[in-house]
T-cell receptor, first 112, second 112 residues
Framework: DAMVIQNPRYQVTQFGKPVTLSCSQTLNHNVMYWYQQKSSQAPKLLFHYYDKDFNNEADTPDNFQSRRPNTSFCFLDIRSPGLGDAAMYLC???????????FGPGTRLLVL | LAKTTQPISMDSYEGQEVNITCSHNNIATNDYITWYQQFPSQGPRFIIQGYKTKVTNEVASLFIPADRKSSTLSLPRVSLSDTAVYYCLVGLAPGSARQLTFGSGTQLTVLP
């Protein structure tokens, strides 16, 4: 089945140690998004790619970076995770920016 | 960005119809209204989208008055498995680069 896949589902890292979260999609959608969701809060958009065009939200910390090497894959890099970065990270895709978003199951990040 | 306001929580009993209302007073002319459902430890899932009047699918109905300053998600005959957080989003503007902003969401609890 076509879907959005996130690996790993759970990630533990140490304070300050770089970590990369992965997202892949079999939907062949043009747009890929990364959201951060903290406990009992709504998802917060970090950035998105429209094809190869990167769009950063104004309040996304510089500590967060993203790469999209091809249509199917997108990565979230956290260069120096802090305790406040512990959250669920959600990847989503859509055919175009105005279309319905399809979310992956998320990666829960724990920072020790 | 159009801001949305929803009740923080609602309780219902199995078999009842549930109506969740969302206020979006500064909705733009081209904005669409979209509802997502999110279960714990999962990504949000698209429920329904509309622009005006009424939209119905196999899961829910969406009622939008003429002024479009609010919308109501209607879930017929809810079951325990409908317990989730429901998000109302405004801002899918066709042709626009604007992205979605999740509001605080409504925690629906269905009781036996």
């Amino acid at each position: 089945d076509a879907m959005v896949i996130q690996n790993p589902r759970y990630q533990v890292t140490q304070f300050g140690k770089p970590v990369t979260l992965s997202c892949s999609q079999t939907l062949n959608h043009n747009v890929m998004y990364w959201y951060q969701q903290k406990s009992s809060q709504a998802p917060k958009l970090l950035f998105h790619y429209y094809d190869k065009d990167f769009n950063n939200e104004a309040d996304t910390p510089d500590n967060f970076q993203s790469r999209r090497p091809n249509t199917s894959f997108c990565f979230l890099d956290i260069r120096s995770p802090g305790l406040g970065d512990a959250a669920m990270y959600l990847c989503a895709t859509s055919i175009r920016a105005q279309e319905t978003q399809y979310f992956g199951p998320g990666t829960r990040l724990l920072v020790l | 960005l159009a801001k949305t306001t929803q009740p923080i929580s609602m309780d219902s009993y199995e078999g009842q119809e549930v109506n969740i209302t969302c206020s979006h007073n500064n909705i733009a002319t081209n904005d669409y209204i979209t509802w997502y459902q999110q279960f714990p430890s999962q990504g949000p899932r698209f429920i329904i989208q509309g622009y005006k009047t009424k939209v119905t699918n196999e899961v829910a109905s969406l009622f939008i008055p003429a002024d479009r300053k609010s919308s109501t998600l209607s879930l017929p005959r809810v079951s325990l498995s409908d317990t989730a957080v429901y998000y109302c989003l405004v801002g899918l503007a066709p042709g626009s680069a604007r992205q979605l902003t999740f509001g605080s969401g409504t925690q629906l609890t269905v009781l036996p």
